[in-house]
Nanobody, 128 residues
Framework: QVQLVESGGGLVQAGGSLRLSCAASGRILSRYLMGWFRQAPGKEREFVAT????????SYADSVKERFTISRDNAENTVYLQMNSLKPEDTADYYCAAKTGRYSSASYGSELSAMDYWGKGTLVTVSS
């Protein structure tokens, strides 16, 4: 079992940037496909981005393409989400998630039900 702890959330003005981190413990991170999901107030949790175990395959929601970048450092057991050009509609709780397996494609983790482990989330608020 892997434990996931998110950090890096906060308040930022529209157009600004934030970098979220997800620290994993309990298991070797390279055993997992990793993802970021978000849940805005009153809305369902949705897919943001995923990255395969080696980092050479990524997948993004259309709403964040060209603005967000997911990356990982397996040696540090950490996954990142660099968020640029933030918009008020990006305001949400952001969750890190892990799917067991060394999948070649990051697309295997784009469904919430596919993920095995979840962090507790970090809040991102973008003001207009």
């Amino acid at each position: 079992q892997v434990q996931l702890v998110e950090s890096g959330g906060g308040l930022v003005q529209a157009g600004g940037s934030l970098r979220l981190s997800c620290a994993a413990s309990g298991r070797i991170l390279s055993r997992y496909l990793m993802g970021w999901f978000r849940q805005a107030p009153g809305k369902e949790r949705e897919f943001v981005a995923t990255i395969n175990w080696s980092g050479d395959s990524t997948s993004y929601a259309d709403s964040v393409k060209e603005r967000f970048t997911i990356s990982r450092d397996n040696a540090e057991n950490t996954v990142y989400l660099q968020m640029n050009s933030l918009k008020p509609e990006d305001t949400a709780d952001y969750y890190c998630a892990a799917k067991t397996g060394r999948y070649s494609s990051a697309s295997y983790g784009s469904e919430l039900s596919a993920m095995d482990y979840w962090g507790k989330g970090t809040l991102v608020t973008v003001s207009s």
